[in-house]
């Protein structure tokens, strides 16, 4: 299993920036994004479910980041609209699936106000 993220970096405060995590190795029933800022705890950012592809967001994202999955399910997306300063973070990828839990790399995201 292999999890790679990509589309990190520098943007301004209200800009745009799209996250990709491209999964192989097998099929997964859920898909998240997790964030983890210097000095804190990593947090949910948004999951998204096999299937019907339902959705879930913590409240600090709600109305600004879009989760999304191709078709395949094998690519995900992070869509992030109006950041903030305190998006600030580096930004993990997770899949799970019955027998396992995986973690990407992690991508920088740094948003200067």
């Known amino acids: 299993v292999q999890l790679v993220e990509s589309g990190g970096g520098l943007v301004q405060a209200g800009g745009s920036l799209r996250l990709s995590c491209a999964a192989s190795?097998?099929?997964?029933?859920?898909m998240g994004w997790y964030r983890q800022a210097p000095g804190k705890q990593r947090e949910l950012v948004a999951t998204?479910?096999?299937?019907?592809?339902?959705?879930n967001y913590a409240e600090s994202v709600k109305g600004r980041f879009t989760i999304s999955r191709d078709n395949a399910g094998n690519t995900m997306y992070l869509q992030m609209n109006s950041v903030k300063p305190e998006d600030t973070a580096v930004y993990y990828c997770?899949?799970?699936?019955?027998?396992?839990?995986?973690w990407g790399q992690g991508t920088q995201v740094t948003v200067s106000s």
């Open positions: 997770n899949a799970r699936k019955l027998l396992g839990n995986y």
């Open positions: 998204i479910s096999g299937g019907r592809g339902s959705t």
């Open positions: 190795g097998s099929t997964f029933t859920i």
